[in-house]
């Protein structure tokens, strides 16, 4: 049972540092296009790609997170469930699959229609914006929360999750900011 966990929580690790890495370089890449002022058209095939990899590593997050859950739950009881931050790891992989719906289906049509995040319109920029921005932060802090062992009964949910919507709404300001910014050029 020991190895069989290890196993599936090394897969599960595997395929959050793939997504984790290709959201990230995703970020920085749109970051330092915004900051050079080349208001150039995103590349709409590594898009594609993008959206299809991250897609597929979610999915082998949920099955992966669902079966050590299993395990742990079956040797554990239902008191395991009670634990803060297993609570607070699964509504925010909830909401970050939610949010990608969101994103697959309406903000990355619109951007590659539009060629450009700086040619959306406003409202659209702003959707976009808070889009990118939640996915963000969500990944990095159910990352943080899927190694942060120490955390395990000893936070309560809202003491967990006090920092994710100021991160939320930091990154949704610095890049609405940013953004703005590179318009205005």
């Known amino acids: 049972m020991e190895l069989t966990r290890l196993g599936i929580v090394y897969f599960h690790l595997i395929a959050c540092c793939v997504a984790i890495g290709l959201v990230l370089t995703s970020d920085i890449a749109m970051i330092r296009q915004l900051l050079s002022g080349n208001a150039a058209g995103q590349d709409d095939k590594h898009l594609a790609q993008l959206k299809s990899t991250v897609s597929l590593a979610l999915v082998a997050l949920w099955i992966t997170g669902i079966a050590v859950v299993w395990l742990d739950a079956s040797s554990k009881g239902l008191g395991y469930f009670q634990n803060p931050k297993l609570q607070a790891k699964i509504g925010i992989v909830a909401l970050l699959t939610l949010n990608g719906v969101l994103l ?82």
């Open 104 to 185: 697959h289906r309406t903000v990355m049509p619109v951007l590659t229609k539009a060629g450009s995040l700086l040619k959306l319109s406003l409202n659209q920029r702003r959707l976009a914006i808070f889009a990118g921005t939640l996915s963000a932060v969500s990944w990095f802090y159910a990352a943080m929360l899927g190694v942060g062992r120490p955390l395990s009964w000893k936070y309560s949910l809202l003491e967990l999750l006090a920092a994710y919507p100021l991160l939320i709404a930091a990154g949704f300001g610095m890049l609405m900011l940013l953004t703005g910014i590179a318009k205005n050029r």
